[in-house]
Every structure is written in C-alpha cells, then in structure tokens.
C-alpha cells in the first residue's frame, strides 16, 4: 500500500476527542540535552549545550498531544537561538500543539574570560536558566547563579595572590524592562556581592547589597535574591524579592512556625 494511502488511513490519536473533560496542566518534553547558540556581549555569539524542559498546557478536548514536534520546533529554530527568538519558539508551540499555554525552560552554563595566565585565558563559569511561558501574555524570567569566592590570599615574598576557597553563592533571578547582556548582570551581580577582607560577611547584609544594587538600576521590573553562605555541617540563607509578594497561606504557616520558637534560643535551619 502506497505510504500516502497509509497516512490517509491512519487515525491520529492524540487529536481525537476525550468525553473525561479533564484538563492536563503540563504535558511535554524533559532533561532533553540540546546544543544552543546564545549571544555574547564579547564574541558575539557562544555555543553552549543546554537542558531544556517544554511542555503545553492540554485542553481537555484532546487526548494527548505530539511529542515529536517539540523537538521539530528546536531544530527548526538551530542556530538561532537568543532571547528574541525565545518568544517565537513559545509561540509555534502554542500554535502547532493547539494549546492554550506554552512553557520553555532553559539551563546552561555560560563562559567568561576572567583573566589571562602564562598558558591560556582563565574562564568563570556561570549557571544560567530562562523559563519563558506564553499564554495571554509572554513572561521571561533570567536566573544566574554566581559563586562568592573567600578573598584572594598574597604572598607577601612574591606578591601573588592565590585561591582560598567559596564562601558561597548568590542566585538571582529578574524579570527584566529591557534588554541587558548576560555579562552585565553578572557583573552588576558580583561587584555587589564581592567580599571585604577585613570585615565578617553575614547572608544578610550580602543579600540587601544585592538587592539595593537591582533596585537602583532601571533594567528590572522584578528581581529575587538568594544568598547562600556555606559552612562546616549546614548552610546559611537570606532572600529578598522586589517587588514583596503578596503572602499567601503557606507563608503564614511557616511564618507561624518559625514564631513558636522558646525565646531565649536560637535555631538553625540546615539548608
């Protein structure tokens, strides 16, 4: 039987009407390992390799959806990859699958030239995610995490300085009013976070740095901070989110807990 002959037989399944009026919030793709080409304020373009996670939101009239053409939609966009395209990826998701909300989340690690050794140039590496979403509307939120490093240590014979250790991390999350280049917000991240020498750090007082940092630049409409400071046997944490969500039940309950302390005592929450 002739191949198109047996296309026009097939049923399609998954477009087939389902009586059960039950609508699935999250259908999709996960942990599909993907090359991509992201700009690069420096080089103009750097290829990294990402995990992506992308998923519809199904109406309860279909039966399921085509998992096949998530990855037809990547390759379609291969070597195209950047924030302006991000938008046009959600919206032949949306478009293709019949769906009334699409989701692409995005991990991968991006590179920086920190420095030049005797032999070759020093990289950083910095972990990154976008998580998009298209319904009504298109939202982007940016996520970077960045490692806080102890201060150098120098030997005074030979005036060199050395590596000491992590202190811990920053990751900063921001929903943004215009564009600004990876690096930038890296590097608006660090010189905030950067630690004194001759001063004890506290999470807190590195997270409201931070913050007030986000704040006075006009780039951000939103912003979330997580400061993580690492010691022997737990971890450290302060967060800060502007502007301050609206709590909600779960907030008041741990809210609630965390206030029946017996006073007189300190607590420590191991991370």
């Known amino acids: 039987m002739p191949y198109g002959l ?12 389902d009586t059960r ?11 599909l390992t993907y090359p991509i080409i992201v700009l690069d304020k420096e080089s103009k373009t750097q290829q990294t390799l990402a995990q992506m996670n992308m998923y519809v939101s199904l ?4 039966k399921g959806t085509h998992m096949s053409r998530f990855v037809e939609i990547l390759n379609r966009f291969h070597g195209q990859f950047n924030l302006k395209t991000f938008h046009l990826i959600l ?9 009334e909300a699409a989701h692409l989340e995005i991990e991968f690690p991006y590179f920086l030239t920190t420095g030049q ?5 020093q990289m950083a590496r910095y972990d990154c995610r976008l998580h998009g979403s298209l319904a009504q509307t298109f939202d982007l939120v940016v996520e970077v995490d960045i490692p806080v490093g102890l201060p150098a240590l120098t030997d005074s014979s030979l005036g060199t300085k050395s590596f000491s ?14 564009f600004l280049w990876i690096e930038d917000l890296i590097d608006l991240i660090e010189q905030s ?17 931070v913050s007030a940092s986000l704040y006075a630049n006009d780039s951000f409409r939103w912003y979330k901070v997580v400061v993580k400071n690492i010691t022997s046997g737990y971890s450290t944490f302060a967060s800060s989110e502007w502007p301050d969500p609206a709590p909600n039940r779960v907030d008041g309950l741990v809210e609630a807990c965390f206030s029946r302390g017996t006073p007189g005592t300190d607590v420590v929450f191991p991370a």
Not at 195 to 208: F, G, I, K, P, Y
């Open 6 to 17: 047996i296309d026009r037989c097939m049923k399609d399944i998954q477009s087939l009407h």
């Open 21 to 31: 009026r039950i609508n699935i919030r999250k259908v999709g793709v996960k942990s």
């Open 59 to 62: 109406p309860h009239r279909f």
């Open 91 to 99: 919206e032949e998701m949306k478009v293709r699958l019949e769906a």
């Open 117 to 121: 050794s005797d032999q070759a140039p």
């Open 165 to 178: 250790g992590i202190w811990g991390g920053v990751t900063v999350a921001v929903r943004m009013r215009r």
């Open 193 to 209: 976070a950067a630690l004194q020498s001759n001063t004890a750090e506290t999470v807190e007082s590195m997270c409201r740095r």
